[in-house]
């Protein structure tokens, strides 16, 4: 009967880990289409005054440049959100029996890039994946 109420306990948590894992994701993902249509609606903002400026003989300046950083603002947000995704794909997976370690005076080989998270080497002076400098 012991053995009946620790088997029912076990899979109650495992039930209550799986949907807070389901529920994390599910936000995560709501942010990440959030953040997605932000990023829409400045593209559309941008090609709208684009329009306005060249049909009426204008110049493009300084608020391109705004644009262009607010941009860049939520694509960061976007790729974190992408990481975040990913590290929590990560933590949900099985964990498999035998880990690697390091050696405590072993050096990690790889850079992270700030602004797309991409894993880099070492020597690497720019990002492979988004090309911005490490």
């Known amino acids: 009967m012991e053995e009946l109420k620790s088997m029912f306990s076990k899979i109650g ?12 994701n599910t936000k995560l993902n709501i942010e990440l289409s959030s953040q997605e249509e932000k990023l829409k609606n400045i593209y559309l903002e941008v090609g709208k005054k684009v329009y306005e400026i060249y049909s009426y003989g ?3 300046g300084k ?14 947000e976007i790729n974190l959100i992408k990481h975040k995704i990913e ?3 990560t ?3 099985p964990i498999p029996e035998k880990k690697e370690t390091l050696e405590i005076d072993e050096e990690p080989k790889i850079k992270i890039c700030s602004y797309c998270y991409e894993k880099n080497n070492i ?4 990002c492979i994946k988004c090309g911005r400098m490490l």
């Open 63 to 76: 608020f391109f440049d705004e644009k262009y950083l607010e941009m860049l603002e939520v694509e960061k």
């Open 91 to 93: 933590l949900s997976s």
């Open 13 to 24: 948590k495992n039930i209550t880990k799986t949907s807070a894992d389901i529920i994390k």
């Open 123 to 126: 020597n690497n002076n720019f």
């Open 87 to 89: 590290q929590n794909k």
């Open 58 to 60: 204008g110049s493009i």
